[in-house]
């Protein structure tokens, strides 16, 4: 079983930088990937978007809306990931979930593990 916690969302202003942790439990020897996600206000959970990931390979990926902006990184040995957003926009206020796989190794996506997730708010 893997479960996920985050931390350090909350308020800022456009064009300033916050920190997304999560904590994960039980990933390390089960998981082969993670991701963070993000649900954008008034929209459903399911039209939200994959905004950075990383394989158990180190591998990353970014979405376009993010690249250059975001950066994930994981520290395996204490089973945390982490998000770092700069030059954050209005835009990228949503509500942003930890997201791990264990199963579907070489698909894209198909997270079957969830934080309860972190609200981040961009204000201009």
């Known amino acids: 079983q893997v479960q996920l916690a985050e931390f350090g969302g909350g308020s800022v202003q456009a064009g300033g930088s916050l920190k997304l942790s999560c904590a994960a439990s039980?990933?390390?020897?089960?998981?082969?990937?993670m991701g963070w996600y993000r649900q954008a206000p008034g929209k459903a959970r399911e039209l939200g978007e994959l905004v950075s990931s990383i394989s158990s390979t180190g591998t990353t990926n970014y979405a376009d809306s993010v690249k250059g902006r975001f950066t994930i990184s994981q520290n395996v040995a204490e089973d945390m990931f982490y998000l770092q957003m700069n030059s954050l926009k209005t835009e990228d206020t949503a509500v942003y979930y930890c997201v791990a796989k264990t199963t579907y190794c070489q698909l894209t996506g198909l997270y079957n593990y969830w934080g309860q997730g972190t609200q981040v708010t961009v204000s201009s």
């Open positions: 039980g990933y390390v020897g089960r998981g082969c990937g």
